[in-house]
């Protein structure tokens, strides 16, 4: 298991930024699958974006793609999503997950493919 501990949520306004960071436990970050999800009051949790071993390999929701960007910081054990042009529908806790695989290209969008979860971070995007 990873410990993760997520921070950087808050209020904005619609239109503004924010970003959310990710801190990881361990030795061997650098092999974990990383992903951001959400979930709103009375929904169900939802993938946001996953990242794989390095940068260049990332998936996204087609609801964030353009404004949300997520990426990682192998030598602080970190991952971050930045998110920009927010919307009032963004609002939610957002979640960060890792698992740790075998495959530099293999990125896990689902979050049963994830193993390790952190607590959650709030972020409210009012009108």
């Known amino acids: 298991q990873v410990q993760l501990v997520e921070s950087g949520g808050g209020l904005v306004q619609a239109g503004g930024s924010l970003r959310l960071s990710c801190a990881a436990s361990g030795r061997t970050f650098s092999t974990l699958a990383m992903g951001w999800f959400r979930q709103a009051p009375g929904k169900e949790r939802e993938t946001v974006a996953a990242i794989g071993w390095s940068s260049g390999n990332s998936y996204y929701a087609d609801s964030v793609k353009g404004r949300f960007t997520i990426s990682r910081d192998n030598a602080k054990n970190t991952v971050y999503l930045q998110m920009n042009s927010l919307k009032p529908e963004d609002t939610a806790v957002y979640y960060c997950?890792?698992?740790?695989?075998?495959?530099?290209?293999?990125?896990?969008?689902?979050?049963?493919?994830?193993?390790?979860w952190g607590q959650g971070t709030q972020v409210t995007v009012s009108s």
């Open positions: 997950a890792a698992e740790r695989t075998g495959s530099s290209r293999y990125v896990p969008m689902r979050a049963p493919d994830f193993g390790s």
